[in-house]
């Protein structure tokens, strides 16, 4: 068991670019969770799932955000036409359904939109 | 969402216990209480928490207020390596985390 995993770590990009982020959860892992956190504050909610479906997505998450999880898997992040504001740390976690209270982190991957 | 207040920062020396406060006037019935914490350069990880007992594991302990508006999470030996941002959660039956700023643990050796 790796822990979570999640690439790249780092991602520079242009304003108005599209990016990309993927999170591999431990193994067996059915929930799967993205925050997103800046500077100084503690992370936010932005979706989760259950197995391959989507359960509830906050209202952080905008028409640009989406995110996957194909067959239950690894899960995907993608944002469309970033803008600075979208900087920040991108943080996934899973946790099991015998254990749901307890979600691990992954490191995350920071975003700077330039 | 259920909110919780804590300290911005402590301070700890090592090898002291340490004493996390948390405030949650507003939480209801079903509320559990979870403490996480966050490494320099890490992502959260989980803690501990409770109901309504107090709770013990590996990491710390958790004293529940027996009116449940306020719980403290003590660390018995602090090491440097307990230096982090503390975070207490009320999670409702719902699985997604609402953190708030923690409180952020200085140790000196």
């Known amino acids: 068991d790796t822990g979570v995993s999640q690439d790249p770590r780092h991602k520079i990009t242009k304003r108005g670019q599209n990016v990309t982020f993927r999170c591999d959860p431990i193994s067996e892992h059915n929930r799967l969770y993205w925050y997103r956190q800046t500077l100084g504050q503690g992370p936010e909610f932005l979706t989760y799932f259950q197995n391959e479906a989507q359960l509830e997505k906050s209202r952080l998450l905008s028409d640009r955000f989406s995110a996957e999880r194909p067959k239950g898997s690894f899960s995907t992040l993608e944002i469309q036409r970033t803008e600075q504001g979208d900087s920040a740390m991108y943080l996934c976690?899973?946790?099991?359904?015998?254990?749901?209270?307890?979600?691990?982190f992954g490191p995350g991957t920071r975003l700077t939109v330039t | 969402d259920a909110k919780t207040t804590q300290p911005n920062s402590m301070e700890s020396n090592e090898e002291e216990p340490v004493h996390l406060p948390c405030n949650h006037s507003t939480i209801s019935g079903t509320d559990y209480i979870h403490w996480y914490r966050q490494l320099p350069s890490q992502g959260p990880e989980y803690v501990i928490h409770?109901?309504?007992s107090n709770v013990n594991n590996r990491m710390a302990s958790l004293a529940i207020a027996e009116d449940r508006k306020s719980s403290t999470l003590i660390l018995h030996r602090a090491t440097l390596r307990d230096a982090a941002v503390y975070y207490c959660?009320?999670?409702?039956?719902?699985?997604?985390?609402?953190f708030g700023t923690g409180t952020r643990l200085q140790v000196f050796p």
């Open positions: 976690a899973s946790s099991s359904k015998t254990l749901a209270y307890e979600q691990y």
């Open positions: 409770g109901l309504t």
């Open positions: 959660i009320l999670r409702d039956g719902t699985d997604k985390l609402i």
